[in-house]
């Protein structure tokens, strides 16, 4: 069963503006992760942030984690045609099995 | 700097038919895993391995069998292949477990007719 859960399912937007997405998830866990997934390619770690941790910045990307709602939100700044791809994030629980959700697919125009 | 290589790309076997999906990484990680992407579902675990000589099973292993002979290979095999393991098969691995990202390899497209 999966873990994260992502929202929304898809998102379209222009090039220059900000895309947020939302993930959720329903046990305790160790840290969260952001994959981006090019069509027809393998998945590209982004950002990973622990537990205790509540907010990270990576260049465009920042993350938020908030554990008391057990939710997670991944913000692209200034988004290009290049970032165009399905974002995923994953859980890890501390029981040798990571989770992902099932993606939002984002459509940046130029 | 290969990172992880996943052999072949694609394939169409008929059902019953068994196969072997090779995973090679160079970056003398301890752990990997193979996972299957179905639209709508994204990744799920099927078998895991923390060192050579170790395999464990993850969300999904019914009707996959693994192999860790060699600290940079990884080996799925199907035994007699259905058209429910039709899917995208991803190979990944990392250092250590926990808190450390993943690195994957661009997936092998099986179709079971």
């Known amino acids: 069963s999966q873990q994260g859960e992502e929202d929304p399912q898809a998102l379209s937007i222009q090039e220059g503006e900000n895309a947020t997405m939302n993930c959720s998830y329903k046990t305790s866990i160790n840290n969260l992760q952001w994959y981006r997934q090019n069509s027809g390619r393998g998945l590209v770690h982004l950002i990973l942030i622990r537990s205790n941790e509540r907010e990270k910045h990576s260049g465009r990307l920042r993350v938020t984690l908030d554990t008391s709602k057990k939710s997670s939100s991944l913000l692209i700044t200034a988004s290009r045609a290049a970032d165009t791809a399905s974002y995923f994030c994953a859980t890890d629980a501390n029981n040798n099995d990571m989770r992902f959700g099932a993606g939002t697919r984002l459509t940046v125009k130029p | ?113």
């Open chain 2, 1 to 113: 700097n290969a990172g992880v290589t996943q052999t072949p790309k694609f394939r169409v076997l008929k059902t019953g038919q068994s196969m072997t999906l090779l995973c090679a990484q160079d970056m003398n990680h301890e752990y990997m895993y193979w996972y299957r992407q179905d639209p709508g579902m994204g990744l799920r675990l099927i078998h895991y391995s923390v060192g050579e000589g170790t395999t464990a099973k993850g969300e999904v292993p019914d009707g996959y069998n693994v192999s860790r002979l060699k600290k940079q290979n990884f080996l799925l095999g199907l035994e007699s292949a259905a058209p429910s393991q039709t899917s995208v098969y991803f190979c990944a691995s990392n250092r250590r477990w926990g808190n450390q990202p993943q690195h994957f390899g661009d997936g092998t497209r099986l179709s079971i007719l």
